[in-house]
Protein backbone atom coordinates (compact mmCIF):
# COMPACT_ATOMS: atom_id res chain seq x y z
CA UNK A 1 0.00 0.00 0.00
CA UNK A 2 1.06 3.61 -1.05
CA UNK A 3 0.50 5.02 2.58
CA UNK A 4 -0.77 3.55 6.24
CA UNK A 5 -4.36 2.88 6.51
CA UNK A 6 -4.58 4.76 9.59
CA UNK A 7 -4.31 7.80 7.70
CA UNK A 8 -6.57 10.67 6.93
CA UNK A 9 -5.74 11.66 3.65
CA UNK A 10 -4.72 9.38 0.59
CA UNK A 11 -1.14 9.67 -1.20
CA UNK A 12 -0.95 11.03 -4.55
CA UNK A 13 -2.31 9.35 -7.60
CA UNK A 14 0.12 7.27 -9.31
CA UNK A 15 0.25 4.76 -12.30
CA UNK A 16 1.86 2.07 -9.61
CA UNK A 17 1.81 -1.70 -10.15
CA UNK A 18 1.24 -3.02 -7.08
CA UNK A 19 4.37 -3.33 -4.94
CA UNK A 20 6.98 -5.27 -6.18
CA UNK A 21 8.77 -8.60 -3.87
CA UNK A 22 10.06 -7.73 -0.47
CA UNK A 23 13.36 -7.18 0.48
CA UNK A 24 14.88 -5.74 -2.43
CA UNK A 25 13.85 -4.39 -5.81
CA UNK A 26 13.08 -7.46 -8.15
CA UNK A 27 15.70 -7.54 -10.99
CA UNK A 28 13.95 -6.76 -14.08
CA UNK A 29 11.03 -5.23 -12.70
CA UNK A 30 9.94 -1.70 -15.04
CA UNK A 31 12.17 1.37 -13.67
CA UNK A 32 10.16 3.70 -15.93
CA UNK A 33 6.96 4.17 -13.96
CA UNK A 34 5.09 7.28 -14.22
CA UNK A 35 4.48 9.53 -11.50
CA UNK A 36 1.12 11.48 -11.68
CA UNK A 37 1.18 15.36 -11.49
CA UNK A 38 0.32 15.55 -7.89
CA UNK A 39 2.83 13.11 -7.17
CA UNK A 40 5.48 15.03 -8.41
CA UNK A 41 4.30 17.82 -6.75
CA UNK A 42 4.98 15.65 -3.15
CA UNK A 43 8.25 14.57 -4.34
CA UNK A 44 9.04 18.00 -5.09
CA UNK A 45 7.74 19.13 -1.59
CA UNK A 46 9.96 16.33 0.19
CA UNK A 47 12.91 16.90 -1.83
CA UNK A 48 13.29 20.61 -2.02
CA UNK A 49 13.14 20.01 2.12
CA UNK A 50 15.96 17.56 2.08
CA UNK A 51 18.00 19.79 -0.13
CA UNK A 52 17.49 22.63 1.61
CA UNK A 53 19.38 20.71 4.99
CA UNK A 54 21.63 19.42 2.98
CA UNK A 55 22.71 22.73 1.47
CA UNK A 56 23.10 24.08 4.76
CA UNK A 57 25.47 21.54 5.59
CA UNK A 58 27.70 23.33 3.16
CA UNK A 59 26.92 26.85 2.31
CA UNK A 60 28.42 28.05 5.36
CA UNK A 61 32.02 27.00 5.18
CA UNK A 62 33.88 29.40 2.98
CA UNK A 63 31.92 32.23 4.35
CA UNK A 64 32.72 31.21 8.16
CA UNK A 65 35.75 33.67 7.69
CA UNK A 66 33.28 36.74 7.25
CA UNK A 67 31.30 35.99 9.22
CA UNK A 68 34.01 35.48 12.46
CA UNK A 69 35.47 38.74 11.62
CA UNK A 70 31.41 40.27 11.77
CA UNK A 71 30.56 38.90 14.72
CA UNK A 72 33.44 38.63 16.71
CA UNK A 73 33.63 34.73 16.50
CA UNK A 74 37.49 34.00 17.44
CA UNK A 75 39.45 31.63 14.60
CA UNK A 76 39.20 28.99 17.40
CA UNK A 77 35.50 28.87 17.97
CA UNK A 78 34.62 28.98 13.91
CA UNK A 79 34.22 25.43 14.69
CA UNK A 80 30.99 25.75 16.72
CA UNK A 81 29.02 27.28 13.90
CA UNK A 82 29.25 23.84 12.10
CA UNK A 83 29.04 21.68 15.44
CA UNK A 84 26.15 23.96 16.48
CA UNK A 85 24.06 22.71 14.02
CA UNK A 86 25.42 18.97 13.78
CA UNK A 87 25.10 17.73 17.50
CA UNK A 88 20.97 18.13 17.53
CA UNK A 89 20.78 17.54 13.49
CA UNK A 90 22.79 13.59 14.15
CA UNK A 91 21.39 13.33 17.83
CA UNK A 92 17.80 14.11 17.97
CA UNK A 93 17.47 11.91 14.21
CA UNK A 94 16.50 8.50 15.71
CA UNK A 95 13.82 10.21 17.98
CA UNK A 96 12.14 12.12 15.89
CA UNK A 97 11.87 9.61 13.57
CA UNK A 98 9.87 7.85 16.13
CA UNK A 99 7.75 10.28 17.41
CA UNK A 100 6.68 11.04 14.49
CA UNK A 101 5.54 6.86 13.46
CA UNK A 102 3.61 7.72 16.66
CA UNK A 103 2.01 11.26 16.42
CA UNK A 104 1.95 12.12 12.77
CA UNK A 105 4.88 11.86 10.04
CA UNK A 106 2.70 15.22 8.35
CA UNK A 107 2.14 17.23 11.32
CA UNK A 108 6.12 16.62 12.64
CA UNK A 109 7.44 17.73 9.68
CA UNK A 110 5.58 21.16 9.24
CA UNK A 111 6.59 21.75 12.82
CA UNK A 112 10.63 20.98 11.83
CA UNK A 113 10.08 23.14 8.98
CA UNK A 114 8.67 26.13 10.88
CA UNK A 115 11.17 25.64 13.70
CA UNK A 116 13.99 25.36 10.57
CA UNK A 117 12.59 28.68 9.05
CA UNK A 118 12.12 30.70 12.32
CA UNK A 119 15.83 29.63 12.94
CA UNK A 120 17.35 30.71 9.77
CA UNK A 121 15.77 34.35 10.46
CA UNK A 122 17.62 34.35 13.61
CA UNK A 123 21.02 33.22 12.32
CA UNK A 124 20.42 35.81 9.25
CA UNK A 125 19.75 38.67 11.87
CA UNK A 126 22.52 37.46 14.45
CA UNK A 127 23.65 40.22 16.28
CA UNK A 128 26.42 38.50 18.66
CA UNK A 129 27.76 34.97 18.19
CA UNK A 130 25.62 33.25 21.06
CA UNK A 131 22.29 34.77 18.74
CA UNK A 132 23.96 33.27 15.77
CA UNK A 133 25.08 29.89 17.40
CA UNK A 134 21.72 29.96 19.33
CA UNK A 135 20.04 29.63 15.31
CA UNK A 136 22.37 27.15 14.33
CA UNK A 137 21.77 25.04 17.29
CA UNK A 138 17.67 25.95 16.32
CA UNK A 139 18.79 25.31 12.38
CA UNK A 140 19.92 21.18 13.98
CA UNK A 141 16.88 20.52 15.55
CA UNK A 142 14.85 21.32 12.88
CA UNK A 143 17.16 19.40 10.45
CA UNK A 144 16.36 16.74 12.77
CA UNK A 145 13.08 16.41 12.55
CA UNK A 146 12.21 17.11 8.57
CA UNK A 147 15.14 14.88 8.03
CA UNK A 148 13.10 11.71 9.61
CA UNK A 149 9.98 12.87 8.75
CA UNK A 150 10.33 13.87 4.98
CA UNK A 151 11.90 10.27 4.31
CA UNK A 152 9.43 8.40 6.19
CA UNK A 153 6.52 10.49 4.29
CA UNK A 154 8.54 9.27 1.33
CA UNK A 155 8.85 6.12 1.42
CA UNK A 156 5.13 5.94 2.95
CA UNK A 157 3.51 7.71 0.08
CA UNK A 158 5.09 5.88 -2.92
CA UNK A 159 4.68 2.07 -3.06
CA UNK A 160 7.65 -0.49 -2.84
CA UNK A 161 8.98 -0.71 -6.20
CA UNK A 162 9.84 0.72 -9.31
CA UNK A 163 8.41 4.25 -8.19
CA UNK A 164 9.62 4.16 -4.90
CA UNK A 165 13.08 3.19 -6.13
CA UNK A 166 12.44 6.33 -8.44
CA UNK A 167 11.44 8.85 -5.72
CA UNK A 168 14.64 7.53 -3.42
CA UNK A 169 16.66 8.28 -6.94
CA UNK A 170 15.49 12.00 -7.06
CA UNK A 171 15.91 12.17 -3.42
CA UNK A 172 19.13 11.03 -2.82
CA UNK A 173 20.52 12.97 -6.17
CA UNK A 174 19.23 16.31 -4.85
CA UNK A 175 20.78 15.17 -1.52
CA UNK A 176 24.28 14.99 -3.00
CA UNK A 177 23.94 17.49 -5.44
CA UNK A 178 22.47 20.20 -2.64
CA UNK A 179 26.22 19.69 -0.58
CA UNK A 180 28.03 20.58 -3.81
CA UNK A 181 25.68 23.07 -4.82
CA UNK A 182 26.27 24.58 -1.46
CA UNK A 183 29.91 24.63 -1.40
CA UNK A 184 30.20 26.77 -4.65
CA UNK A 185 26.96 29.05 -4.10
CA UNK A 186 28.69 29.89 -0.73
CA UNK A 187 31.71 31.39 -2.21
CA UNK A 188 29.77 33.17 -4.69
CA UNK A 189 26.89 35.00 -2.29
CA UNK A 190 29.43 35.52 0.23
CA UNK A 191 31.51 37.62 -1.90
CA UNK A 192 28.81 39.21 -3.40
CA UNK A 193 26.44 40.11 -0.93
CA UNK A 194 28.08 38.89 2.20
CA UNK A 195 27.67 35.74 4.59
CA UNK A 196 24.34 36.47 6.04
CA UNK A 197 22.84 36.11 2.23
CA UNK A 198 23.22 32.39 3.16
CA UNK A 199 20.92 31.88 5.95
CA UNK A 200 18.95 34.19 4.00
CA UNK A 201 18.27 32.00 1.64
CA UNK A 202 17.68 28.65 3.93
CA UNK A 203 14.79 30.83 5.25
CA UNK A 204 13.35 31.23 1.34
CA UNK A 205 13.51 28.00 1.00
CA UNK A 206 12.04 27.35 4.74
CA UNK A 207 8.61 29.31 3.73
CA UNK A 208 8.22 27.84 -0.03
CA UNK A 209 8.30 24.55 1.60
CA UNK A 210 5.95 25.31 4.62
CA UNK A 211 3.52 27.10 2.06
CA UNK A 212 3.24 24.14 -0.47
CA UNK A 213 3.65 20.89 2.33
CA UNK A 214 -0.20 21.33 4.24
CA UNK A 215 -2.21 20.93 1.11
CA UNK A 216 -0.10 18.55 -0.72
CA UNK A 217 1.53 15.32 1.64
CA UNK A 218 -0.91 13.30 3.25
CA UNK A 219 -1.11 12.51 6.88
CA UNK A 220 0.57 9.05 8.04
CA UNK A 221 0.81 7.22 11.31
CA UNK A 222 1.46 4.02 12.83
CA UNK A 223 -2.48 2.51 13.53
CA UNK A 224 -1.11 1.61 17.46
CA UNK A 225 -0.32 4.13 20.21
CA UNK A 226 2.64 2.21 22.10
CA UNK A 227 4.47 4.16 24.86
CA UNK A 228 7.79 6.07 23.85
CA UNK A 229 10.63 4.11 24.98
CA UNK A 230 12.29 7.33 27.26
CA UNK A 231 15.27 5.07 28.55
CA UNK A 232 16.00 4.42 24.89
CA UNK A 233 15.60 7.45 23.57
CA UNK A 234 17.94 9.47 27.05
CA UNK A 235 20.27 7.05 25.97
CA UNK A 236 20.64 6.98 22.44
CA UNK A 237 20.36 10.67 22.11
CA UNK A 238 23.02 11.00 24.68
CA UNK A 239 25.20 8.64 22.97
CA UNK A 240 24.89 10.21 19.66
CA UNK A 241 25.42 13.74 20.70
CA UNK A 242 28.42 12.78 22.54
CA UNK A 243 29.67 10.94 19.80
CA UNK A 244 29.35 13.47 17.46
CA UNK A 245 30.85 15.63 20.63
CA UNK A 246 33.79 14.01 20.67
CA UNK A 247 34.74 13.59 16.58
CA UNK A 248 33.82 17.13 15.89
CA UNK A 249 36.18 18.15 18.42
CA UNK A 250 38.85 16.23 17.43
CA UNK A 251 37.84 17.69 13.87
CA UNK A 252 39.81 21.09 15.58
CA UNK A 253 42.29 19.85 17.93
CA UNK A 254 43.00 16.44 16.93
CA UNK A 255 42.84 13.00 19.29
CA UNK A 256 45.18 14.75 22.08
CA UNK A 257 42.88 15.81 24.54
CA UNK A 258 41.32 14.29 27.55
CA UNK A 259 37.86 15.82 26.95
CA UNK A 260 37.53 14.46 23.34
CA UNK A 261 38.36 10.92 24.92
CA UNK A 262 36.10 11.75 27.80
CA UNK A 263 33.23 11.81 26.00
CA UNK A 264 34.03 9.70 23.76
CA UNK A 265 34.23 6.76 26.10
CA UNK A 266 30.49 8.27 27.65
CA UNK A 267 29.12 8.29 24.04
CA UNK A 268 30.06 4.34 23.30
CA UNK A 269 28.99 3.70 26.72
CA UNK A 270 25.25 5.22 25.95
CA UNK A 271 25.38 3.48 22.98
CA UNK A 272 25.94 -0.15 24.49
CA UNK A 273 23.33 0.44 27.07
CA UNK A 274 20.87 1.91 24.72
CA UNK A 275 21.64 -1.42 23.12
CA UNK A 276 20.52 -3.36 26.65
CA UNK A 277 17.60 -1.10 27.17
CA UNK A 278 16.11 -1.76 24.01
CA UNK A 279 16.56 -5.39 24.38
CA UNK A 280 14.42 -5.58 26.84
CA UNK A 281 11.94 -2.74 26.17
CA UNK A 282 8.29 -3.29 25.36
CA UNK A 283 8.16 -0.96 23.17
CA UNK A 284 11.65 0.06 21.97
CA UNK A 285 12.74 2.87 20.02
CA UNK A 286 14.50 0.91 17.92
CA UNK A 287 13.32 -3.04 17.08
CA UNK A 288 16.95 -5.19 17.52
CA UNK A 289 15.35 -7.63 14.98
CA UNK A 290 14.74 -4.92 12.64
CA UNK A 291 18.95 -4.36 13.14
CA UNK A 292 19.36 -8.26 12.76
CA UNK A 293 17.24 -7.82 8.99
CA UNK A 294 20.24 -8.38 6.81
CA UNK A 295 19.21 -5.81 4.59
CA UNK A 296 19.17 -3.39 7.41
CA UNK A 297 22.54 -4.12 9.18
CA UNK A 298 24.22 -4.27 6.15
CA UNK A 299 23.06 -2.05 3.74
CA UNK A 300 23.12 0.78 6.58
CA UNK A 301 26.92 -0.10 7.11
CA UNK A 302 27.53 0.61 2.89
CA UNK A 303 25.61 3.94 3.79
CA UNK A 304 28.07 4.86 6.52
CA UNK A 305 31.05 4.21 4.49
CA UNK A 306 30.04 5.71 1.41
CA UNK A 307 29.01 8.93 3.18
CA UNK A 308 32.24 9.41 5.63
CA UNK A 309 35.04 8.23 2.89
CA UNK A 310 33.32 10.68 0.36
CA UNK A 311 33.12 13.22 2.70
CA UNK A 312 36.63 12.88 3.66
CA UNK A 313 37.70 13.21 -0.28
CA UNK A 314 35.54 16.51 -0.50
CA UNK A 315 37.92 17.91 2.69
CA UNK A 316 41.13 16.76 1.48
CA UNK A 317 40.68 17.50 -1.97
CA UNK A 318 39.86 21.40 -0.88
CA UNK A 319 43.05 21.36 0.75
CA UNK A 320 45.12 19.67 -1.87
CA UNK A 321 43.53 22.25 -4.50
CA UNK A 322 44.16 25.44 -2.64
CA UNK A 323 47.08 24.81 -0.85
CA UNK A 324 48.88 22.73 -3.20
CA UNK A 325 48.02 23.20 -6.46
CA UNK A 326 47.45 27.35 -5.49
CA UNK A 327 43.78 27.44 -6.85
CA UNK A 328 41.45 30.40 -6.08
CA UNK A 329 38.49 29.32 -3.89
CA UNK A 330 36.20 30.18 -7.15
CA UNK A 331 38.09 27.34 -9.31
CA UNK A 332 37.46 24.92 -6.66
CA UNK A 333 34.51 25.33 -6.69
CA UNK A 334 34.29 24.68 -10.15
CA UNK A 335 36.12 21.51 -9.57
CA UNK A 336 33.23 20.37 -7.24
CA UNK A 337 30.40 22.16 -9.17
CA UNK A 338 31.19 19.71 -12.36
CA UNK A 339 30.74 16.74 -9.62
CA UNK A 340 27.87 17.72 -8.85
CA UNK A 341 26.98 17.91 -12.53
CA UNK A 342 28.28 14.18 -12.87
CA UNK A 343 26.19 13.50 -9.78
CA UNK A 344 23.11 14.33 -11.14
CA UNK A 345 23.67 12.90 -14.21
CA UNK A 346 24.45 9.07 -12.05
CA UNK A 347 21.18 10.35 -9.87
CA UNK A 348 18.79 10.20 -13.40
CA UNK A 349 20.64 6.58 -14.44
CA UNK A 350 20.55 5.22 -10.55
CA UNK A 351 16.29 3.89 -10.31
CA UNK A 352 16.77 1.98 -13.93
CA UNK A 353 19.81 0.26 -13.06
CA UNK A 354 18.53 -0.47 -9.55
CA UNK A 355 15.27 -1.76 -11.04
CA UNK A 356 17.50 -4.34 -13.62
CA UNK A 357 19.77 -5.68 -11.07
CA UNK A 358 18.40 -5.05 -7.82
CA UNK A 359 19.26 -2.64 -5.32
CA UNK A 360 21.98 -4.79 -3.28
CA UNK A 361 23.74 -5.45 -6.31
CA UNK A 362 24.19 -1.97 -7.19
CA UNK A 363 25.18 -0.82 -3.78
CA UNK A 364 28.33 -3.44 -3.92
CA UNK A 365 29.23 -2.68 -7.54
CA UNK A 366 28.81 1.19 -6.67
CA UNK A 367 31.06 0.60 -3.12
CA UNK A 368 33.62 -0.91 -5.75
CA UNK A 369 33.89 1.81 -8.16
CA UNK A 370 33.61 4.65 -5.35
CA UNK A 371 36.63 2.87 -4.00
CA UNK A 372 38.63 2.53 -7.29
CA UNK A 373 38.06 5.79 -8.06
CA UNK A 374 39.71 7.20 -5.60
CA UNK A 375 42.18 5.25 -5.55
CA UNK A 376 43.04 6.96 -8.67
CA UNK A 377 43.20 10.19 -6.97
CA UNK A 378 46.88 8.91 -5.67
CA UNK A 379 47.76 9.55 -9.13
CA UNK A 380 48.25 13.55 -8.07
CA UNK A 381 51.60 15.48 -8.15
CA UNK A 382 52.61 18.34 -6.54
CA UNK A 383 52.59 20.58 -9.74
CA UNK A 384 49.58 19.15 -11.99
CA UNK A 385 46.28 17.44 -10.80
CA UNK A 386 43.76 19.58 -11.22
CA UNK A 387 42.30 17.36 -14.00
CA UNK A 388 43.12 14.58 -12.42
CA UNK A 389 41.11 15.32 -9.60
CA UNK A 390 38.33 16.55 -11.58
CA UNK A 391 37.71 13.95 -13.27
CA UNK A 392 38.39 11.05 -10.91
CA UNK A 393 36.33 12.88 -7.76
CA UNK A 394 33.47 12.84 -10.97
CA UNK A 395 33.58 9.65 -11.50
CA UNK A 396 33.65 9.07 -7.46
CA UNK A 397 31.03 10.81 -7.16
CA UNK A 398 28.87 8.69 -9.41
CA UNK A 399 29.30 5.83 -8.29
CA UNK A 400 28.71 7.22 -4.40
CA UNK A 401 25.53 8.98 -5.33
CA UNK A 402 24.58 5.20 -6.41
CA UNK A 403 25.45 4.31 -3.42
CA UNK A 404 23.76 6.54 -1.73
CA UNK A 405 20.02 5.47 -3.40
CA UNK A 406 20.79 1.44 -3.46
CA UNK A 407 21.53 1.95 0.02
CA UNK A 408 18.23 3.78 1.10
CA UNK A 409 16.08 1.06 -1.18
CA UNK A 410 18.03 -1.60 0.43
CA UNK A 411 17.13 -0.88 4.08
CA UNK A 412 13.86 0.36 2.99
CA UNK A 413 12.23 -2.51 1.38
CA UNK A 414 10.22 -4.96 2.86
CA UNK A 415 9.64 -2.90 6.26
CA UNK A 416 6.11 -2.27 7.06
CA UNK A 417 4.58 1.04 7.02
CA UNK A 418 4.57 0.97 10.50
CA UNK A 419 7.69 0.58 11.00
CA UNK A 420 8.94 2.95 8.26
CA UNK A 421 10.03 5.36 10.26
CA UNK A 422 12.02 3.41 12.40
CA UNK A 423 13.90 2.62 9.45
CA UNK A 424 14.16 5.91 7.10
CA UNK A 425 15.64 7.23 10.75
CA UNK A 426 18.34 4.65 10.74
CA UNK A 427 18.83 5.40 7.43
CA UNK A 428 19.17 9.11 7.81
CA UNK A 429 21.09 8.74 10.83
CA UNK A 430 23.68 6.64 9.58
CA UNK A 431 23.80 9.97 6.80
CA UNK A 432 24.22 12.55 9.31
CA UNK A 433 27.28 10.34 11.31
CA UNK A 434 28.82 9.81 8.27
CA UNK A 435 29.06 12.89 7.16
CA UNK A 436 30.38 13.20 10.77
CA UNK A 437 33.09 10.91 11.45
CA UNK A 438 34.87 10.81 8.39
CA UNK A 439 36.81 13.76 7.83
CA UNK A 440 38.12 13.98 12.26
CA UNK A 441 39.11 10.08 11.67
CA UNK A 442 40.84 10.46 8.68
CA UNK A 443 40.92 14.35 7.62
CA UNK A 444 43.12 14.94 10.59
CA UNK A 445 46.05 12.89 8.97
CA UNK A 446 45.97 15.05 5.95
CA UNK A 447 47.01 17.81 8.46
CA UNK A 448 49.37 16.20 10.65
CA UNK A 449 51.74 14.98 8.66
CA UNK A 450 55.63 16.17 7.48
CA UNK A 451 53.74 17.72 4.24
CA UNK A 452 50.08 18.03 3.11
CA UNK A 453 50.58 16.68 0.33
CA UNK A 454 51.86 13.22 1.29
CA UNK A 455 49.13 13.63 4.18
CA UNK A 456 46.51 13.82 1.87
CA UNK A 457 47.64 11.00 -0.31
CA UNK A 458 48.28 8.64 2.62
CA UNK A 459 44.42 9.83 3.54
CA UNK A 460 43.26 8.53 -0.48
CA UNK A 461 44.98 5.52 -0.25
CA UNK A 462 43.35 4.56 3.12
CA UNK A 463 39.89 5.98 2.34
CA UNK A 464 39.87 4.01 -1.05
CA UNK A 465 40.88 0.89 1.00
CA UNK A 466 37.85 1.13 3.72
CA UNK A 467 35.61 1.78 0.72
CA UNK A 468 36.43 -1.97 -1.28
CA UNK A 469 36.95 -3.60 1.83
CA UNK A 470 33.09 -2.18 2.82
CA UNK A 471 32.28 -3.00 -0.79
CA UNK A 472 33.03 -6.73 -0.36
CA UNK A 473 31.56 -7.07 3.21
CA UNK A 474 28.23 -5.69 1.81
CA UNK A 475 28.38 -8.20 -1.29
CA UNK A 476 28.79 -11.47 1.02
CA UNK A 477 26.80 -9.99 3.82
CA UNK A 478 23.90 -9.57 1.19
CA UNK A 479 24.48 -12.68 0.42
CA UNK A 480 25.26 -11.93 -3.66
CA UNK A 481 28.00 -14.70 -3.38
CA UNK A 482 24.82 -17.51 -3.01
CA UNK A 483 23.53 -16.08 -5.52
CA UNK A 484 20.51 -13.32 -4.00
CA UNK A 485 19.99 -10.50 -5.20
Known amino acids: MAIDTATTTTGPETAAPSPGPRGDSAPGSPADARLSGRAKLVLFVLCAAQFMVALDFSVLNVALPALGKDLGLGQSALQWAVTAFALPSGGFLLLFGRIADLFGRKKLFLTGLAVFGAASLLATLAWDPASFLTGRALQGLGAAVIVPTGMSLLTTTFPEGPLRDKALGISGTLLSLGFTVGMVLGGVMTDTLG??????????????????????????????????????????????????????????????GADVWGTLAV??????????????????????????????????????????????????????????????????GLVFGIQGIASAVAGSYAAKLIGRFGSRRVLAASLLGQGAFIAGLLGLGTHSGALLATVAVSLASMCHLGAIISYGVTVTSGVPDEEQGLATGLVTTTQQVGLTVGIPLLGVLATTQASLFDGVRTVLAIDAGVVVAAAALVAVGLGLGRGKA
Do not use: C, H
Not at 202 to 217: D, K, Q, S, W
Not at 298 to 317: D, K, R, Y
Open 195 to 256: WRSTMGLLVAFAVVVLALAPGLLPESRTPERPRLDVPGAVAVTGGLLAVIYALSTAAQRGFG
Open 267 to 332: GIALLAAFVVVESKASAPLVSLPMLRRRTVAWGNLGGLVTFSMMSTVVFVLTLYLQETLGLSSFET
